[in-house]
């Protein structure tokens, strides 16, 4: 059976799509590849694709098309197009010098041990003179941009310590060096060795002894932790199973259907939403994350990573362990990515469903019966969680039993550190521990949001709350009014966090029958900062998206990645930043929004040496879409249902919730 175009890519067309591109090409052009996955199907035909299954019609064929992106001889990077379905290539080209692709995480391990073996770096380790039982780690980094001319690959390797008798968990972050290699990626072409500042200005040394300092350690076998407290375990069970089915990519949970598929590039992306019967939305998805870093001392002006599109959420993506990560009853979907050969390789349970409890949905005790009408409210929650060296991102799609999808991030995992002097403090980051510091920086992502919100005819608006000047009408000085601004063209909306800025997606074709307005949905976000670089820099120049919280486009198929489709020491906006130039209509049209989700991270010292998460959410939210609250349709919440336990002594409380529904 023929997989569903909005599917996963298959191993078998990840095996013969690299199977054309290498037999494309002579073996002296050494094909090394990089990335490999599917590419969305036209959005016109896919609409008559979804029409038809809804309705039980012949399904028209949708080839399936990967984009397959290569080395050859070494260095030159390629893109090709392979349609799968009937087995050839559409088209393959070399493209430009300077242009760098994502990079492969088997890749990045074969650097790291060039490096550790390379002499000049060995010789640089001999001057530290480390003691007995220590050893060194390096982590690689995306080199990312300073110099207009410099077209080559890079890669940046940052030097640590590696402590307790080279235990493998030893937090190396703890034990930064101040020297740092530079090679070439592909040829691994030793460049050059920068040596790191541990002052307050760009003042560098040569690398001399190391001085012993106590490492801060994060694992349960290296913490120091011997008392532990003793919690009595939370069981999350599901006696009669879940409410949520599935049938391939498909879901169905409570009144949802959409479709969830994994992505190498993204994590996953969700399709086709329907709530009650209705359309919400044609696809969902993180689609870039940037994170620039602000000490501005040489080489670290140079730390700006973007996640996505510089290495992949997806294949860096953990393998989520039952009772660990996700808990109650769980359906996984495997990842996939690739070698360097392309052939394919499975990432276990890279993404995890299940529902879970959120409280209290709605309440109301009428105070003259003391009855009570609740309803808990419920999550299906869709998870993936990328490490991406130090860090670990958390992403949850989360659908509510009452019409709200939560767009859920949480960062974890270990800062990037630097060494710092003895006594020094500086003002663009926290000293931690003892010699390391953590520097200031931010974390943006792009969450690209297709709508269909009764329809692919939407239009975007955004909703400012003004006093009423005094008046007759307004004699007392106490009113207040909203004033509705549509976007007729493709651009940004400023924030305005004083006047209650909201946004909303809305369909002018669609009356609510009780507004007699425009049904729709609202887009709620609080104001953020975002991207603090200065406008000229190449951190602004390259990742437009991150300057604006909330931007529209017109739909168009391929733009799905906000600072374009190659970000690896990219120089220039490829993605948002040009899109918007045309100025394009955008009002009742197949619209493209693009909410922007950032957090400026001033370390604290609690965020060392593993940070407790930090969560931030996007909602969307039902806005006069219903005629009156969706869950009305949901059972009270009841004792004979949730089977609580009293562990109080004394007078048992009432009942949950007296009713005579």
């Not at 050494?30 to 199907?41: A, E, S, T, W």
């Not at 110099?147 to 940052?158: A, G």
């Not at 300092?213 to 003793?230: A, D, I």
């Not at 670290?300 to 997806?314: I, V, W």
């Amino acid at each position: 059976m023929a997989p569903h175009p909005f599917d996963s890519v298959l191993d078998s067309e990840i095996r013969l799509a690299s199977k054309l591109v290498k037999d494309a090409h002579a073996a002296s052009d050494k094909v090394h590849f990089v990335q490999i996955d599917r590419l969305d199907p036209p959005k016109q035909d896919m609409i008559k694709y979804l029409e038809a299954e809804k309705h039980g019609a012949p399904l028209p064929t949708i080839p399936r098309v990967l984009y397959v992106y290569y080395n050859t001889n070494v260095s030159e990077f390629n893109k090709a197009l392979v349609n799968v379905t009937n087995r050839h290539i559409i088209t393959k080209q070399k493209l430009p010098e300077g242009v760098v692709g994502p990079f492969l995480p088997d890749d990045v391990t074969d650097w790291e041990d060039h490096c550790m073996s390379h002499p000049l770096v060995l010789q640089e380790v001999q001057k530290l003179q480390l003691p007995k039982g220590y050893q060194i780690r390096t982590d690689p980094w995306i080199y990312a941009t300073d110099d207009p001319n410099e077209k080559r690959s890079l890669v940046q390797f940052f030097m640590y310590v590696l402590a307790n008798g080279g235990h493998k968990e030893s937090n190396h972050y703890s034990l930064p060096l101040k020297f740092s290699p530079v090679f070439e990626a592909h040829s691994k072409k030793f460049v050059r060795i920068d040596y790191l500042p541990g002052g307050f200005d760009e003042t560098i040394t040569p690398t001399g002894p190391w001085q012993v300092v106590q490492g801060v350690e994060y694992h349960p076998e290296l913490n120091g932790e011997k008392v532990m407290r003793e919690p009595k375990p939370l069981l999350i069970q599901q006696p009669e199973g879940a409410s949520f089915t599935t049938e391939g990519s498909k879901v169905k949970w409570l009144g949802w259907e959409f479709r969830v598929a994994t992505s190498v590039r993204e994590g996953f992306a969700v399709y086709d939403g329907w709530f009650k019967g209705r359309q919400i939305f044609y696809r969902i998805a993180l689609s870039e994350m940037t994170v620039p870093y602000g000490d501005p001392r040489a080489p670290y002006h140079r730390k700006q990573a973007f996640d996505l599109g510089d290495c992949g959420f997806g294949a860096n993506g953990n393998v989520l362990k039952l009772g660990c990560d996700c808990l109650g009853v769980i359906k996984y979907m495997d990842g996939i990515t690739i070698n360097s050969a392309g052939e394919p390789r499975t990432l276990a349970n890279t993404v995890c469903m299940h529902e879970q409890d959120a409280g209290i949905l709605y309440k109301h005790v009428n105070y003259r019966t003391e009855e009570a009408v609740v309803a808990r409210k419920r999550e299906f929650v869709v998870q993936t969680i990328a490490t991406v060296a130090n860090y670990e991102y958390i992403l949850n799609l989360k659908f509510t039993n009452d019409g709200i999808v939560d767009i859920e991030v949480r960062a974890t995992g270990i800062l990037s550190t630097m060494p710092i002097d003895e006594n020094v403090s500086v003002p663009w980051g926290t000293t931690v521990g003892p010699n390391v510091m953590a520097a200031y920086h931010q974390h943006i992502l792009s969450f690209r949001i297709d709508p269909a919100v009764d329809g692919h005819k939407n239009s975007v608006l955004y909703e400012d709350t003004e006093k009423m000047p005094r008046s007759k009408l307004n004699p007392y000085g106490i009113g207040f009014v909203t004033k509705k601004t549509f976007v007729d063209n493709a651009g940004y909306v400023e924030q305005s966090p004083f006047t209650n800025r909201t946004y909303k997606i809305v369909n002018e074709n669609r009356l609510n029958p009780i507004t007699k307005g425009p049904v729709g949905y609202k887009i709620m976000m609080p104001a953020k900062q975002m991207l603090l670089a200065d406008e000229e820099s190449f951190n602004s120049k390259r990742a437009a998206f991150a300057t604006q919280q909330l931007w529209v486009t017109k739909y168009h198929d391929n733009q799905l990645f906000a600072a374009g489709e190659f970000t690896n020491q990219s120089q220039t906006d490829t993605g948002l930043g040009e899109w918007v130039k045309e100025k394009e209509p955008v009002r009742n049209d197949d619209v493209v929004v693009w909410a922007t989700l950032g957090f400026t991270h001033i370390p604290r010292v609690e965020d060392f040496p593993v940070m407790p998460v930090e969560t931030h959410n996007i909602h969307l939210v039902p806005a006069n879409f219903f005629d009156r609250n969706p869950g009305l349709d949901l059972p009270q919440s009841s004792q004979s249902f949730n089977k609580s336990v009293l562990v109080e002594t004394g007078a048992a409380p009432k009942a949950c919730c007296k009713t005579n529904l």
